[in-house]
T-cell receptor, first 114, second 110 residues
Framework: DVKVTQSSRYLVKRTGEKVFLECVQDMDHENMFWYRQDPGLGLRLIYFSYDVKMKEKGDIPEGYSVSREKKERFSLILESASTNQTSMYLC?????????????FGSGTQLSVL | GQSLEQPSEVTAVEGAIVQINCTYQTSGFYGLSWYQQHDGGAPTFLSYNGLDGLEETGRFSSFLSRSDSYGYLLLQELQMKDSASYFCAASMDSNYQLIWGAGTKLIIKP
């Protein structure tokens, strides 16, 4: 069974902390994505990567960075967490190049920044 | 700008049929996907329309009309477990991004 695994289901951090969210996929997918989901706003893309060491900004990259050193792992980094980054973070992956009609999602990390 | 519009909430009765609409305004449209998300869960893929017409997968069907920039998800024989949020997402022909609708919360009453 295909799987996207996010390291934490719930996370509580303090303002100003550096936060790492990890995501691993076991499907040998080329593309990986980080979204945040807030009530009434749907899914908003933070960053995506279409290859190892490659990354592209999404719609809301400010305050975030990413790392993709290995094909199966895509990390989201909050350099200095702020309360407005409290949200559900979803990692996803998809195979191959071109369009992405089918994404596989991890179970999400609910991050609270106090 | 690029956007997808879908109703925020739809209510239906168990055993009935419900249609969730999605209209899009995008450039370089390639196809339309649908995802289901239960409260506290991750989105899971339901269906994809790359061509105009109807795609059927069990109780769920999805339809696309490119000329009308419109699609819908049809759920038949509704069950209580179908209570969830449903998202439409447009894939583009020139990049890796998806454009997402804000989601439709489906409430099913017994």
């Amino acid at each position: 069974d295909v799987k996207v695994t996010q390291s934490s289901r719930y996370l509580v951090k303090r303002t100003g902390e550096k936060v790492f969210l990890e995501c691993v996929q076991d499907m040998d997918h080329e593309n990986m994505f980080w979204y945040r989901q807030d009530p009434g706003l749907g899914l908003r893309l933070i960053y995506f990567s279409y290859d190892v060491k490659m990354k592209e900004k999404g719609d809301i990259p400010e305050g975030y960075s990413v790392s993709r050193e290995k094909k199966e792992r895509f990390s989201l980094i909050l350099e200095s967490a702020s309360t407005n980054q409290t949200s559900m973070y979803l990692c996803a992956s998809s195979p191959g190049s071109g369009t992405n009609e089918k994404l596989f999602f991890g179970s999400g990390t609910q991050l609270s920044v106090l | 700008g690029q956007s997808l519009e879908q109703p925020s909430e739809v209510t239906a009765v168990e055993g009935a049929i419900v249609q969730i609409n999605c209209t899009y305004q995008t450039s370089g449209f390639y196809g339309l996907s649908w995802y289901q998300q239960h409260d506290g869960g991750a989105p899971t893929f339901l269906s994809y329309n790359g061509l105009d017409g109807l795609e059927e997968t069990g109780r769920f069907s999805s339809f696309l009309s490119r000329s009308d920039s419109y699609g819908y998800l049809l759920l038949q024989e509704l069950q209580m477990k179908d209570s969830a949020s449903y998202f439409c997402a447009a894939s583009m022909d020139s990049n890796y991004q998806l454009i997402w609708g804000a989601g439709t919360k489906l409430i099913i009453k017994p």
